[in-house]
T-cell receptor, first 115, second 110 residues
């Protein structure tokens, strides 16, 4: 059982480049989300999705796009990378509200550096 | 808007009990979760409270008072491996959208 899988684990970009962070889950979770975590800080919600075809903005959505074409996948796109987007990115998923235990399942994280 | 407040650092001795408090302000409150994160790792789920009262899971307990917008995580019989960051997180909007606090760094001393 793989759980939540993020790729790549490490990435270095130049300012202005674009890239996609991949996230896939095999637990049939309806809810998926992306967070960023800067050194010594908490996790800030970028975007989230409550099901295929449905996405919404979180606390810090600027500079990022998401889509949810399948239940399993929730990619995060950086349109034009900036040094301020240097961070560790975590993807998370959870059950639907009908069986919500409050638990988010996290991927291992993707460490992004923008030069 | 939403906000969560928790202490930035707590230090305790091995074998002791420590309480990490969390106060929150949010609309559409659904529940309060707690996570542990070791350096370089991903957050891992510890506990969840949707209703007032105490939830116990082994050495960890979590408490919620919805009327006071307050909760805490209680760690008993502290071990060195408990040295980590602990985050409270509010669930709202039907139990999906989860917002995290800034975290409390726990140092356990021998």
């Amino acid at each position: 059982n793989a759980g939540v899988t993020q790729t790549p684990k490490f990435q270095v970009l130049k300012t202005g480049q674009s890239m996609t962070l991949q996230c896939a889950q095999d637990m049939n979770h309806e809810y998926m989300s992306w967070y960023r975590q800067d050194p010594g800080m908490g996790l800030r919600l970028i975007h989230y999705s409550v099901g295929a075809g449905i996405t919404d903005q979180g606390e810090v959505p600027n500079g990022y796009n998401v889509s949810r074409s399948t239940t399993e996948d929730f990619p995060l796109r950086l349109l034009s990378a900036a040094p301020s987007q240097t961070s560790v990115y975590f993807c998370a998923s959870s059950y639907s509200s009908g069986g919500n235990t409050g638990e988010l399942f996290f991927g291992e994280g993707s460490r992004l550096t923008v030069l | 808007g939403q906000s969560l407040e928790q202490p930035s650092e707590v230090t305790a001795v091995e074998g002791a009990i420590v309480q990490i408090n969390c106060t929150y302000q949010t609309s559409g409150f659904y529940g309060l979760s707690w996570y542990q994160q070791h350096d370089g790792g991903a957050p891992t789920f510890l506990s969840y409270n949707a209703l007032d009262g105490l939830e116990e899971t082994g050495r960890f307990s979590s408490f919620l008072s919805r009327s006071d917008s307050y909760g805490y995580l209680l760690l008993q019989e502290l071990q060195m491996k408990d040295s980590a960051s602990y985050f409270c997180a509010v669930l709202n909007t039907g139990g999906f959208k989860t917002i995290f606090g800034a975290g409390t760094r726990l140092f356990v001393k021998a």
